[in-house]
């Protein structure tokens, strides 16, 4: 079965500072996908960023990249010039290809952001 | 955009009640999913559903069931509730071949 794990339950960073949130999976699987989901107070869950496993460059939006170390089996997630509204539960999840396949998710990272 | 909505953002119900958490999504989408969350354990998945009627469990479906009789909304039923389901119940959709899940807001149950 598939794992993920995000080892940091709380970081934080200044603002207008970046930080990188950690994530690390396991999986069997050479094609997969892999996601970052933020969920800020309202608890509205909203995808960050996406990656391919197949696809050898790393995703990038806006102020959000990742880090995508297929060998090593880890996804972190770097945010630049971070903003308040940043501040938030962030997810990392995995899926499988096929269908019907689900989403695996990490146990999620607090991110404060000091002003 | 895609909207998933979720009927009640807060409920709280008694140990042993019957509960009914409504999820309804407006694009169509063929895959709907229940996951509870809770604080350090993140998001669990309780059972989802790839077609009308059609039923899987996830992995902790113990003490729940579901009903999906139209495609647009999936229900998550305790058929006696417990204070051990108090929890965040956070419902998705996605089409078969997707990008990622959409969301509802969540409903909060606490069971007294």
């Known amino acids: 079965a598939q794992t993920v794990t995000q080892s940091q339950p709380e970081m934080s960073v200044q603002e207008a500072e970046t930080v990188t949130l950690s994530c690390t999976y396991d999986?069997?699987?050479?094609?997969?996908?892999l996601f970052w989901y933020k969920q800020p107070p309202s608890r509205q869950m909203i995808l960050v960023i996406r990656?391919?496993?197949?696809?050898?460059q790393n995703a990038t939006e806006n102020r959000f990249s990742v880090n995508f170390q297929k060998a090593a089996k880890s996804f972190s997630l770097k945010i630049s010039d971070s903003q308040l509204g940043d501040a938030a539960m962030y997810f990392c999840?995995?899926?499988?290809?096929?269908?019907?396949?689900?989403?695996?998710f990490g146990k999620g990272i607090t991110l404060s952001v000091r002003p | 955009d895609v909207k998933v909505t979720q009927s009640s953002r807060y409920l709280v119900k008694r140990t042993g009640e019957k509960v009914f958490l409504e999820c309804v999504q407006d694009?169509?989408?063929?895959?709907m999913f229940w996951y509870r969350q809770d604080p350090g354990l993140g998001l669990r998945l309780i059972y989802f559903?790839?077609?009308?009627?059609?039923?899987e469990k996830g992995d902790i479906p113990e003490g729940y069931s579901v009903s999906r009789e139209k495609k647009e909304r999936f229900s998550l039923i305790l058929e006696s509730a417990s204070t051990n389901q108090t929890s965040m119940y956070l419902c998705?959709?996605?089409?078969?071949?997707?990008?990622?899940?959409?969301f509802g807001s969540g409903t909060r149950l606490t069971v007294v």
């Open positions: 998705a959709s996605t089409p078969p071949r997707f990008y990622g899940y959409t």
């Open positions: 999986t069997s699987e050479s094609d997969y996908y």
């Open positions: 990656q391919e496993a197949y696809k050898q």
């Open positions: 999840a995995y899926r499988r290809p096929g269908a019907n396949s689900k989403l695996t």
């Open positions: 694009m169509d989408h063929e895959n």
């Open positions: 559903s790839y077609d009308v009627k059609m039923k």
